[in-house]
């Protein structure tokens, strides 16, 4: 089906999506969600039954292939891989009260689909603690399903309650898929990032 007629599709059935959904995920799936942002940015796509809560210790054999999947993401696989004492060390301060680094994971029917990980820290033009989302990742074939925004909402939450001024985070210019959500959640302010190995 060509982009012009598929554009047209979407628009005359705009009071029947979820009708259209199901159709419109059998096409290239990057140009479904552009299409779905375009025209139903408001729209609630997520699952009736999704749960986001905190990561538990029971958590780890489904936690990990979400973890390698969001490393392997950015090209963290192979003979590039995190050492397994990173991984290691990253599962045990999310249970260590004096670490501020948190996890969040998205369940439905006792499965997990979908991670976040944040902390906080201090900063020098805020007195409040700030929160840095440093991961987030959602089970590819769930993906446009509304975990990814809940997530971070839940991030916000948090952050909130526990006394943050703000929540930022980055991601790849690549990442035009992520981009479309993080463009209806915040602001991008511009800033460009550096970095140097040690």
Not at 95 to 124: M, N, Q, W
Request: aromatic share 12%; hydrophobic share 40%; net charge negative.
């Amino acid at each position: 089906m060509r982009r012009a007629e598929g554009r047209a599709l979407v628009m005359e059935a705009s009071s029947h999506i979820s009708f259209v959904i199901p159709a419109l995920r059998r096409w290239s799936g990057l140009f479904c969600d552009v299409l779905l942002a375009r025209h139903f940015p408001s729209r609630n796509l997520i699952m009736p039954n999704l749960v986001i809560r905190a990561i538990e210790p029971h958590d780890l054999a489904a936690w990990m292939p979400l973890w390698d999947g969001y490393n392997a993401f950015y090209g963290r696989e192979g003979d590039s891989a995190l050492p397994s004492g990173i991984t290691e060390t990253t599962w045990h301060r999310f249970f260590d009260p004096h670490e501020p680094v948190f996890a969040i994971v998205a369940e439905y029917e006792t499965r997990l689909i979908g991670l976040a990980h944040y902390l906080y820290h201090r900063s020098t033009v805020s007195v409040e603690p700030v929160c840095y989302l440093q991961d987030l990742y959602t089970e590819f074939s769930e993906r446009g399903r509304g975990i990814g925004r809940a997530l971070i909402q839940a991030v916000y939450e948090r952050a909130a309650g526990s006394g943050c001024r703000e929540v930022y985070w980055q991601t790849h210019e690549s990442n035009i898929q992520g981009r479309l959500l993080y463009d209806q959640l915040a602001q991008h302010q511009g800033f460009i990032v550096y970095d140097h190995d040690l």
